[in-house]
């Protein structure tokens, strides 16, 4: 999913553009909607060793983050696959202050929001 998926969300939330609805809105919607709820879906995370994985992604627009667990699938003809399933997403718009942050410590500072997020999980 790409950075510029959502920010026609991010339009209409900061500015009064009720009854504004345009068909290109609508069809990012409808991308956005299709892409979540697409294949692979969301996994419960399997608590029995398999390793985690957090994505991050930071700009000057927000953070964003992707927890994510590795599942062997057993195919018929006896080869295993390891397949990567995510489990849960978060992201935030970043504030006046995080805007100004070098994109190095963007990174970081996604990084921290991640794993305070996922802390549960992980």
């Given at each position: ?73 057993n195919l018929p003809k ?45």
């Amino acid at each position: 999913m790409g950075k510029g998926k959502f920010a026609h969300q991010k339009a209409l939330r900061d500015h009064s553009l009720e009854g504004l609805w345009t068909r290109e809105h609508q069809k990012v919607f409808l991308d956005v909607k299709a892409t979540l709820t697409s294949a692979p879906v969301l996994c419960s995370p399997i608590f029995d060793g398999c390793p985690f994985t957090i994505t991050t992604d930071g700009c000057k627009q927000g953070f964003a983050g992707i927890l994510s667990q590795h599942h062997e699938t057993n195919l018929p003809k006896g080869k295993t696959v390891t397949r990567r399933h995510p489990i849960a997403f978060t992201s935030k718009r970043t504030s006046r202050s995080e805007e100004k942050y070098k994109p190095f410590l963007s990174e970081f500072a996604t990084l921290k929001f991640s794993l305070d997020k996922f802390s549960d999980i992980i």
